[in-house]
């Protein structure tokens, strides 16, 4: 897969995931600041909409793809932005613990 | 203080001397000294609202036409009519200062607080972040102020009036009541309340653009009027090809995603202090920015914004909220924090409805490909985003600064019903 196959992989995984936050909480807000970093760095010019069906599965992918994409950037500023991203994503997932993870 | 709050302790100042039963027994060359300071702030108000950028009007109009055509003149008439003083030995800048002896001398006090607070009404309006406030609905409110202030000054001056100028002076408490009808008539923006003169600290060189930095928590609610100001449309946008200035997709994401994370913290302060409606308020605010977020996910830009006031003030408040975020904060202070964060809501739904109408540089990305509203020159895939931001634009309640004017009402009653 290419590099900007992946960052438009992680925007329609935001996409989807701002869509069906639930009501407004620090998880939806920490959403819309991840989705607000990666559209700073990619801007698509279509929107790939993701084959997990499921809220914690794609939280899940979309941590792993934004940290191999801050791993593989080769911009210090994109590479920040996209660890930010990954972040607040985590955060996300700890408010919000994915399906069979640890109790 | 904001331009609005000034001009409220000014009113309150000429009502009390309104109120007064005696007239002034001591220190008359000080006051009429103050009082002069009054009538040049209020002339050079009329000068900034444009006096002499306007021609006077040639012919002898009727009052009440004249009122309407050339407002400021005949407020400039008024003025000149009201008796002079000679300038004294002292100057501005002390006579305008607080004074020990004023405990003694409430004429004096009151003179010197109306005067001071005209003055700094000015500075507010002069450096503020943006000139909003010279946008003709909003003028119209400052020349409504002013018409008001110059009919307190005619009525102060009647009771020393000679009978030769009396007459003068029941004409001129007609005019200064026809052009302060016909301000409350076309004032429909009271949003140049909540002006204020930004502080000196700038973003870049130069003497660049001012961004509030929030040093306690009671800059928030500046730093929320300097981000309304940014974000209010400017003369300037309309030659502004590189988009550099205006509101758009950044803008409104950076705005939703910060103002629900600011109005989440001010709810928890306002619940601590026992605020609950002004708690429920900031609430409600909440659902219309994540509305606004989310109708913006399948939006991209023909031509990208950068906005970088709006992104560096939003951005400035939501740093420091780590820093205040258990702030406790007096019930005032919570009223001015909702006051402004309302004005935001209502700025950003207006300012991209305006955006989304007028330039078309939004479009929507489709699942195979982009579509560009612009060429197709249909509004539809950004209906949701004129949905959001007309939700936003018309959150009502103290909403554009719903100007926080009892005691200019006051006032106005009061000269209502005070018979020449």
Not at chain 2, 29 to 45: C, K, P, S, W
Not at chain 2, 139 to 161: K, N, S
Not at chain 2, 349 to 359: C, D, F, K, N, P
Not at chain 2, 386 to 408: D, E, K, Q, V, W
Request: aromatic share 2%.
């Amino acid at each position: 897969m290419t590099r900007m196959a992946d960052l438009d992989r992680a925007h329609g995984l935001l996409v989807t995931l701002c869509e069906d936050a639930p009501a407004v909480s620090s998880a939806t807000s920490a959403l819309m600041q991840a989705f607000n970093l990666v559209v700073e760095v990619h801007s698509p010019t279509r929107i790939h909409l993701p084959t997990e069906r499921g809220y914690a599965e794609r939280l899940v992918t979309l941590e792993h793809l934004l940290d191999g994409l801050a791993d593989s950037s080769t911009e210090l500023s994109e590479c920040l932005t996209l660890h930010d991203a990954a972040d607040l994503v985590r955060e996300v997932r700890a408010i919000r613990p994915a399906p069979g993870a640890s109790r | 203080m904001t331009y609005g709050e000034n001009q409220e302790v000014v009113s309150a100042a000429l009502l009390a001397l309104i109120h007064a039963r005696s007239d002034p027994a001591a220190e008359l060359g000080e006051i009429l000294q103050v009082r002069r300071q009054a009538h040049m702030a209020v002339h050079e108000r009329l000068e900034e609202l444009g006096l002499s950028r306007h021609e006077p009007p040639r012919l002898h109009l009727n009052q009440s036409i004249a009122a309407a055509r050339h407002p400021l003149h005949v407020l400039a008439r008024i003025l000149d009519t009201l008796p002079p003083v000679r300038p004294g030995s002292e100057p501005p800048s002390a006579l305008l200062a607080r004074h020990e002896g004023d405990v003694r001398n409430p004429h004096l006090a009151h003179w010197r607080t109306a005067a001071r607070h005209l003055t700094l009404g000015n500075h507010d309006l002069r450096a503020s972040a943006d000139q909003a406030w010279r946008q003709p609905e909003a003028a119209w409110h400052l020349i409504g102020d002013l018409a008001i202030t110059l009919d307190a000054f005619v009525l102060l001056e009647q009771r020393v009036a000679t009978q030769k100028q009396e007459s003068q002076m029941l004409e001129n408490r007609l005019a200064a009541g026809s052009v302060a009808r016909m301000a409350n008539w076309h004032a429909t923006d009271t949003s140049a309340d909540l002006t204020f003169a930004a502080p000196e600290t700038t973003l870049g060189r130069l003497g660049g653009p001012r961004i509030h930095l929030v040093r306690q928590p009671e800059d928030f609610a500046l730093a929320q009027q300097a981000l309304a100001g940014f974000l209010r449309p400017r003369m300037a946008d309309i030659d502004d090809a590189a988009c550099v200035d205006r509101p758009g997709l950044l803008a409104a994401r950076t705005v939703a995603t910060g103002q629900i994370r600011l109005a989440t913290a001010f709810a928890s302060w306002a619940e601590r202090e026992g605020e609950h409606d002004l708690a429920q308020r900031f609430q409600a605010i909440l659902p219309l920015y994540a509305d606004l977020h989310r109708s913006t996910l399948r939006l991209s830009e023909v031509q990208r914004t950068a906005s970088p006031l709006v992104v560096a003030q939003q951005s400035e408040a939501v740093q420091q909220l780590r820093k205040h975020h258990n702030a406790r904060v007096d019930t005032q202070t919570m009223h001015a924090l909702e006051r402004a964060t309302d004005v935001v809501a209502v700025t950003t739904g207006r300012s991209l409805r305006r955006e989304v109408q007028t330039r078309r540089n939004i479009v929507s990305i489709a699942h195979e490909d982009i579509r560009v509203s612009a060429v197709v020159g249909t509004l539809g895939s950004c209906r949701r985003l004129l949905a959001a931001s007309r939700a936003l634009a018309n959150l009502t309640p103290s909403a554009a600064g719903a100007a926080i004017s009892p005691t200019r009402r006051q006032l106005a009653e009061s000269l209502a019903a005070s018979a020449p």
